[in-house]
């Protein structure tokens, strides 16, 4: 399977693993707004995803692979291109490579790291902060849970930054989609460079209200 | 009169003596250097002062010194050919800078284009994509009518466009991953828009990408750093149009 050895290949595996985990960011995006309408719309939302039993666990598998594709290309990708690179410039002056676009492998290893303490947190709910309890209907109080830990402000603090290492790599990432699947001319490039952008934008401040919501007091119990 | 102002300016120079030497940076000063001087003829005069001193001159290459041969490997502080919007060594001049200014001038950097002396690479790893099949195969015989093949003026104007290409290796040498990828898409579009290219399309940019990456270059992350730094402006809608090729290639 030469799509899995070669250069373009690889780089097509990784633009549509990539564009698939957007795509779960927007939803993500959408589910967590739930909270904004209170215990009752987060709760209930949480009580509906978890009643749908085992597709919830092809959904993890699936997200997993997704995960896995991309960082084991991304990693071996960047150590090729070191490779490629033996000896830096002592001047290097770059003119279009962008912050986003020249720390992708960090931003990518900093979000992995990310979905694990998030994981671990919100999921198998194992962090010191977690408050476990149900609602006055006996569904898990997701809504309770994640108010009491970002009420915490070091906790807070710590997912806007994660949204910002993710605004990093989506302001790269979802521009860079389109070209690597060719669907991209000198027309199209301004424009999906832009919407890539505000597309990032509107995650960090989407997932940043949140907290940020929360530790204000804007949204509370 | 501003013909007679002259410049004096510190160059410093990679200097290697051979392929296998470490190589390390020499400092000169360039003397009596006018606003009219190219930066290879700014060389030259370096040049001739370092022979009349009895020392070893900068080994550079050059050719056509007007903009078209592609050989002048020189990366000049920090940007391939100097960093002026589509502009070889030859073609940038001393206008450019100023009196007093230090200028950094090192080789191509890429694994794929090893350093032979000095500022010479050997590019024939560009060879190697090009005889992959960046080429059409097709019989000799007479010579067909003019318009025989109708190709739509829209199309043989963009064909033109990446077939614009003088294979100068810039693109590889702004690329912080040193792919070839605007020097292999340039030459794959250019095949695949015209009608007598169509035929060997789908093999073709197999065996280009593949050669790409058995000569060592690194894989493309989408920087367009390579654009910025190409001295005939080729656009990076042919790299897309290469990644495009890619995918039909995989369901020919």
């Known amino acids: 399977m030469q799509i899995l050895t070669t250069s373009i290949g690889r780089k097509i595996l990784m633009a549509i693993t990539g564009q698939l985990m957007v795509l779960f960011v927007v939803v993500h995006l959408l589910g967590n707004s739930s909270i904004f309408v209170g215990a009752d719309g987060i709760n209930a939302y949480a009580k509906h995803l978890h009643d749908l039993g085992p597709l919830v666990w092809i959904f993890r598998l699936v997200m997993l692979s997704f995960i896995a594709i991309h960082g084991i290309y991304g990693i071996q990708l960047t150590l090729e291109n070191n490779a490629a690179t033996p000896q830096a410039y002592a001047v290097k002056n770059l003119s279009k490579a962008t912050l986003s676009s020249n720390n992708m492998i960090w931003t990518g290893l900093l979000i992995l790291l990310f979905i694990v303490y998030h994981l671990l947190q919100f999921t198998v709910r194992v962090t010191p902060d977690i408050v476990q309890g149900v609602d006055a209907l006996g569904r898990y109080d997701v809504f309770n849970m994640v108010v009491t830990s970002f009420k915490n402000g070091g906790i807070a603090a710590l997912y806007v930054a994660a949204m910002i290492v993710l605004f990093l790599h989506l302001n790269h990432g979802i521009q860079s989609f389109f070209q690597t699947m060719g669907w991209n001319n000198d027309k199209t490039l301004p424009v999906i460079s832009k919407l890539g952008k505000v597309v990032a934008v509107v995650f960090l401040i989407g997932y940043s209200s949140i907290p940020v919501f929360i530790l204000t007091g804007i949204l509370s119990k | ?252």
């Open chain 2, 1 to 252: 009169m501003s013909d007679h102002k002259t410049m004096t300016l510190t160059l410093i120079v990679w200097r290697q003596k051979s392929a296998n030497d470490p190589g390390k940076f020499e400092t000169y000063t360039a003397k009596n250097i006018t606003e009219h001087h190219s930066f290879l003829e700014m060389l030259d005069c370096v040049n001739e002062d370092l022979i009349a001193a009895g020392k070893e001159p900068i080994v550079f290459d050059h050719d056509c010194r007007e903009g078209i041969c592609g050989m002048c490997s020189q990366v000049i502080n920090g940007a391939p050919h100097g960093g002026q919007e589509r502009t070889t060594v030859c073609q940038l001049h001393m206008r450019k800078f100023k009196d007093g200014d230090t200028i950094y001038i090192e080789p191509w950097r890429a694994k794929a284009f090893p350093i032979l002396k000095d500022l010479v690479v050997d590019r024939a790893a560009l060879d190697t994509i090009i005889q992959a099949g960046g080429y059409t195969s097709c019989h000799t015989g007479g010579v067909p009518d003019g318009n025989a093949v109708l190709i739509p003026k829209p199309i043989a104007e963009e064909a033109t466009d990446a077939a614009e290409c003088i294979g100068c290796g810039a693109c590889v040498a702004g690329c912080p991953n040193s792919a070839a990828m605007l020097f292999t898409g340039a030459k794959v579009s250019q095949l695949a828009l015209l009608p007598q290219g169509r035929p060997e399309a789908a093999a073709r940019v197999t065996n280009m990408v593949n050669a790409m990456k058995e000569c060592g270059f690194g894989n493309c992350t989408n920087h367009y750093e390579c654009q910025a730094s190409c001295p005939k402006g080729i656009d990076v809608k042919f790299i897309a149009r290469m990644n495009r090729e890619y995918l039909k290639s995989l369901f020919s």
